[in-house]
């Protein structure tokens, strides 16, 4: 299979980076690359669904990988792991002999490892320009549920349909599921015994960087995680203060300490971010440096700065969030042919440890097993967004009233556009359709 070929079938069975930005695979193939690197950081607190199916498709994984390097010319495989994973690392060690062009690089226990310009430095020693693609320095990286789809998009004909997700927190069965596209949040929380405790908050994806979610929201391509949490955990806190009353503890409160700064993992590694200067602009109201405000497209968004090395509570990686956006929406991007100012030297001191990470977030007690389970998840409903990937959504290829089969495509890319298509996990019947989603009422 070559290139050409390769990519096909990535975009005609819709995958996309299953890590959670979403990227569409196909777009990341290069024949420039030269290293082909798996990114099973699990990158977050009491995220476990990418160890899981390492450890559990791990041939099937690193065939497909060999294959991705073979088409593109690449000479090295590399799967980025964490030693701590010894089922995954083991399965990997187990079929190396088949795998000529793989080996196994570890990764710290640090947060943020699983931060594509993190995963390369500490797999291959590169260092990416700011706001450089990881093919700049010849890698491409993928997550570790994405080639599986690959893999069963190349044996099966298989679109994806379905996505794992781990279920976590204060839950009475925590567990990782494979999930229907479209099925709610709400049926998965049942499904793992319920909350286990009164007045908590879900917060979709990782306890870093997901985002306060509802029970009736859905799960996409993109979904990593499901975490029930106590509203006054500082997780949850940190997502429900309003902008304005941040913007005004900033003002109060930030000493220009620089310690959100000293503890950047993208600042670390030469990268243009300096976010104690961010802070100084929004409290003083005053643009004064506005090199250091173009940082903010250095920006990983990994929180860092406000879930950890804030003294004072603060919130540097939501004011740098709001002020990208605004620059965005005026046109300004980020600036082009910036250099890396180099590994800081004092940078293995600075690492965040992922066990202090969790107790610092107050998540120790909820950091338990999650086991698998591949058993069919039926439900009587599905709703199908259009748009779960980065590019242009999909377009609606059916109607009210049509009937669908597992694995049709309810949703089709524009050819001339970056994104995916969109299938259904089950038969059923269509009731409902917009520019937004597809309602589909299943036979399962």
């Known amino acids: 299979m070559d290139m050409k070929q390769l990519a096909e079938l990535m975009r005609n069975?819709?995958?996309?980076?299953?890590?959670?930005?979403?990227?569409?695979?196909?777009?990341?193939?290069?024949?420039?690359?030269?290293?082909?690197?798996?990114?099973?950081?699990?990158?977050?607190?009491?995220?476990?669904?990418?160890?899981?199916?390492?450890?559990?498709?791990?041939?099937?994984?690193?065939?497909?990988?060999?294959?991705?390097?073979?088409?593109?010319g690449a000479g090295n495989v590399i799967i980025a792991v964490k030693p701590a994973y010894r089922e995954a690392v083991e399965a990997v060690r187990a079929h190396l002999g088949e795998c000529p062009k793989t080996k196994i690089g570890?990764?710290?226990?640090?947060?943020?490892?699983?931060?594509?310009?993190?995963?390369?430095?500490?797999?291959?020693?590169?260092?990416?320009?700011?706001?450089?693609?990881?093919?700049?320095?010849?890698?491409?990286v993928y997550n570790v549920?994405?080639?599986?789809?690959?893999?069963?998009?190349?044996?099966?004909?298989?679109?994806?349909?379905?996505?794992?997700?781990?279920?976590?927190?204060?839950?009475?069965k925590p567990c990782t599921l494979k999930a229907p596209l479209g099925i709610t949040y709400g049926e998965l929380i049942e499904m793992a015994g319920g909350e286990s405790e009164e007045g908590t908050v879900i917060i979709a994806g990782g306890p870093m960087t997901g985002l306060v979610a509802r029970k009736e929201d859905v799960v996409t391509k993109t979904s990593n995680a499901i975490l029930v949490l106590p509203k006054e955990s500082p997780v949850v806190q940190k997502r429900v203060t309003p902008f304005s009353l941040q913007i005004?503890?900033?003002?109060?409160?930030?000493?220009?300490?620089?310690?959100?700064?000293?503890?950047?993992?993208?600042?670390?590694?030469?990268?243009?971010?300096?976010?104690?200067?961010?802070?100084?602009?929004?409290?003083?109201?005053?643009?004064?440096?506005?090199?250091?405000?173009?940082?903010?497209?250095?920006?990983?968004s990994c929180g860092i700065c406000e879930m950890y090395a804030c003294g004072q509570g603060l919130n540097p990686r939501t004011i740098?969030?709001?002020?990208?956006?605004?620059?965005?929406?005026?046109?300004?991007?980020?600036?082009?042919?910036?250099?890396?100012?180099?590994?800081?030297?004092?940078?293995a001191a600075r690492t965040v440890p992922m066990?202090?990470?969790?107790?610092?977030?107050?998540?120790?007690?909820?950091?338990?097993?999650?086991?698998?389970?591949?058993?069919?998840?039926?439900t009587r409903q599905i709703k199908l967004m259009l748009s779960q990937s980065i590019g242009a959504p999909a377009s609606a290829c059916v109607a009210v009233g049509d009937r669908v089969k597992?694995?049709?495509?309810?949703?089709?890319?524009?050819?001339?556009?970056?994104?995916t298509g969109v299938h259904t996990p089950f038969d059923g019947t269509v009731t409902k359709v917009t520019d937004r989603f597809v309602v589909i009422k299943t036979n399962a």
């Open 406 to 419: 597992a694995g049709d495509a309810v949703g089709m890319f524009t050819p001339e556009k970056l994104g």
């Open 106 to 140: 570890f990764l710290p226990e640090i947060y943020p490892a699983g931060d594509e310009v993190v995963t390369i430095y500490e797999t291959t020693g590169r260092v990416l320009a700011p706001g450089a693609l990881p093919i700049t320095v010849g890698c491409i």
């Open 145 to 172: 549920e994405t080639i599986y789809n690959v893999y069963r998009a190349k044996t099966e004909n298989a679109p994806v349909t379905h996505k794992y997700i781990t279920i976590a927190g204060a839950i009475k």
């Open 13 to 72: 069975a819709g995958v996309v980076g299953a890590g959670g930005a979403g990227f569409p695979a196909y777009a990341k193939l290069n024949m420039a690359a030269d290293t082909i690197i798996l990114n099973c950081a699990e990158c977050e607190p009491l995220l476990k669904l990418h160890r899981q199916v390492l450890a559990r498709y791990a041939r099937e994984i690193m065939l497909t990988l060999e294959e991705i390097a073979e088409a593109l």
């Open 320 to 347: 740098i969030s709001e002020i990208k956006g605004e620059l965005l929406k005026n046109g300004i991007t980020a600036p082009l042919g910036l250099s890396s100012a180099g590994v800081d030297s004092t940078r």
């Open 355 to 378: 066990s202090r990470l969790t107790g610092r977030l107050g998540l120790a007690k909820y950091d338990v097993d999650a086991p698998i389970q591949d058993a069919p998840v039926l």
């Open 248 to 300: 005004k503890q900033a003002m109060a409160a930030c000493c220009q300490c620089r310690m959100c700064t000293d503890l950047c993992s993208r600042n670390l590694l030469g990268q243009p971010i300096e976010p104690h200067k961010i802070m100084r602009a929004a409290a003083s109201g005053v643009a004064s440096d506005p090199k250091a405000l173009l940082g903010v497209f250095s920006c990983s």
